[in-house]
């Protein structure tokens, strides 16, 4: 845990040195989460609609299941989409960094543009494969319990593993989606192995920038209950509770943005045998266990 902890500090420390430089690849992740709820908008309204008018015209539960799955899987595929095109942005600007060349807004999507049908072909594979575990997540719960989550969770991992390069794949190489999964899982046991330990690591720093809110938040609570009930109390809450989210909302933003410009310093590394001049290359390596 704590080697992982570690890694995961240098693996932010190098990334945030171009994040640093180049601030406004942050807006791709807040793109990406607006977009999403955009998308989220747009279908569920209509969704819910469609039951009750389904419900109406005395449909059967099954047609009103199999339009609303319809419905869930469409949004899995857009979200999806939406996701990894922006993603293809952030690490194209990441990767024309690391070239010397500074990035922009409109060369990430631009860039990323290029890449429309990979991306897209490779959105609906994921939204595919996304579904069915999710539906063998569930059969396996129900079947083994405890161990039928440990089983999804391998499976989910092996998955994850396989795919971790797919999107720098799409971008640099243009190749289609099935190639991507296959060059992206052949560069990672040629190089390092097959079990990522910086990405945990990353992970447990974002936790740790979460943590003091479990402080933060009851202090705040109890400072607005200090003051008694009416609008005082209300307005030290209400701005109690927004800045714990957008103090969230930024960890989550600034977290993605250097998980994605590390992970196309992994790709540069893996396919060139040398990493980019801000990261050591003896941290890249130790990001990946070996067999």
Same mark, same amino acid.
């Given at each position: 845990?704590?080697?992982?902890?570690?890694?995961?500090?240098?693996?932010?420390?190098?990334?945030?040195?171009?994040?640093?430089?180049?601030?406004?690849?942050?807006?791709?992740?807040?793109?990406?989460?607006?977009?999403?709820?955009?998308?989220?908008?747009?279908? %569920?309204?209509?969704?819910?609609?469609?039951?009750?008018?389904?419900?109406?015209?005395?449909?059967?539960?099954?047609?009103?299941?199999?339009?609303?799955?319809?419905? +869930?899987?469409?949004?899995?595929?857009?979200?999806?989409?939406?996701?990894?095109?922006?993603?293809? $942005?952030?690490?194209?600007?990441?990767?024309?960094?690391?070239?010397?060349?500074?990035?922009?807004?409109?060369?990430?999507?631009?860039?990323?543009?290029?890449?429309?049908?990979?991306?897209?072909?490779?959105?609906?594979?994921?939204?595919?494969?996304?579904? %069915?575990?999710?539906?063998?997540?569930?059969?396996?719960?129900?079947?083994?319990?405890?161990?039928?989550?440990?089983?999804?969770?391998?499976?989910?991992?092996?998955?994850?593993?396989?795919?971790?390069?797919?999107?720098?794949?799409?971008?640099?190489?243009?190749?289609?989606?099935?190639?991507?999964?296959?060059?992206?899982?052949?560069?990672?046991?040629?190089?390092?192995?097959?079990?990522?330990?910086?990405? @945990?690591?990353?992970?447990?720093?974002?936790?740790?920038?979460?943590?003091?809110? %479990?402080?933060?938040?009851? +202090?705040?609570?109890?400072?607005?209950?200090?003051?008694?009930?009416?609008?005082?109390?209300?307005?030290?809450?209400?701005?109690? %509770?927004?800045?714990?989210?957008?103090?969230?909302? $930024?960890?989550?933003?600034?977290?993605?943005? +250097? @998980?994605?410009?590390?992970?196309?310093?992994?790709?540069?590394?893996?396919?060139?045998?040398?990493?980019?001049?801000?990261?050591?290359?003896?941290?890249?390596?130790?990001?990946?266990?070996?067999?």
């Amino acid at each position: 845990m704590f080697e992982s902890l570690k890694r995961g500090w240098g693996m932010a420390g190098a990334s945030w040195s171009v994040l640093k430089a180049y601030p406004k690849l942050a807006v791709f992740p807040v793109i990406s989460g607006v977009a999403l709820v955009g998308v989220s908008a747009v279908l %569920i309204i209509p969704t819910g609609v469609g039951a009750l008018v389904g419900a109406g015209m005395n449909l059967s539960d099954k047609a009103i299941e199999s339009i609303a799955f319809v419905a +869930l899987f469409v949004w899995y595929f857009l979200c999806t989409f939406v996701v990894v095109f922006c993603n293809a $942005a952030l690490m194209s600007c990441a990767l024309q960094s690391f070239a010397g060349q500074p990035p922009t807004i409109g060369s990430g999507f631009a860039a990323a543009g290029k890449r429309l049908p990979q991306i897209l072909g490779w959105s609906l594979i994921a939204a595919t494969v996304g579904v %069915i575990m999710q539906a063998l997540q569930t059969v396996l719960t129900d079947k083994l319990g405890f161990f039928g989550d440990l089983l999804g969770a391998i499976v989910s991992g092996i998955w994850g593993v396989a795919t971790y390069l797919v999107v720098p794949v799409l971008v640099t190489e243009g190749v289609g989606p099935i190639t991507a999964v296959k060059r992206s899982s052949a560069v990672l046991r040629r190089t390092w192995g097959e079990s990522i330990a910086g990405s @945990g690591g990353l992970g447990l720093i974002s936790i740790c920038f979460i943590l003091p809110l %479990i402080v933060v938040i009851p +202090l705040g609570v109890a400072l607005a209950g200090s003051v008694g009930g009416g609008a005082a109390h209300g307005a030290i809450l209400g701005t109690v %509770i927004a800045l714990a989210a957008v103090y969230v909302l $930024a960890v989550i933003v600034v977290f993605t943005a +250097l @998980g994605s410009i590390f992970r196309a310093a992994v790709y540069l590394y893996a396919t060139t045998g040398a990493a980019p001049s801000f990261v050591d290359a003896n941290l890249v390596q130790s990001s990946f266990r070996s067999k």
